[in-house]
């Protein structure tokens, strides 16, 4: 009958999983902090861009204006 042990092969090539499944609690709070720094950077730079689109509309808007366009 088969050993229920696993013996050490120094011919395998496996590598042993040695992560684990929770984070340790110092860890974890520096990951909560630095995505909470990501999502206000995120929220920053969407208001960012939706004010230039916002500047760009209006120019093209002024631009078809001066050049006789009817396209809206």
């Given at each position: 009958?088969?050993?229920?042990?696993?013996?050490?092969?120094?011919?395998?090539?496996?590598?042993?999983?040695?992560?684990?499944?929770?984070?340790?609690?110092?860890?974890?709070?520096?990951?909560?902090?630095?995505?909470?720094?990501?999502?206000?950077?995120?929220?920053?730079?969407?208001?960012?861009?939706?004010?230039?689109?916002?500047?760009?509309?209006?120019?093209?808007?002024?631009?078809?204006?001066?050049v006789?366009?009817?396209?809206?």
């Amino acid at each position: 009958m088969a050993s229920s042990t696993q013996t050490f092969d120094p011919r395998s090539t496996a590598v042993p999983d040695t992560t684990t499944t929770a984070p340790v609690p110092e860890a974890a709070d520096g990951l909560d902090q630095q995505n909470a720094a990501h999502s206000e950077q995120s929220a920053s730079t969407a208001e960012q861009l939706s004010s230039q689109a916002a500047e760009l509309e209006h120019m093209v808007t002024q631009l078809q204006a001066v050049v006789g366009g009817k396209n809206t």
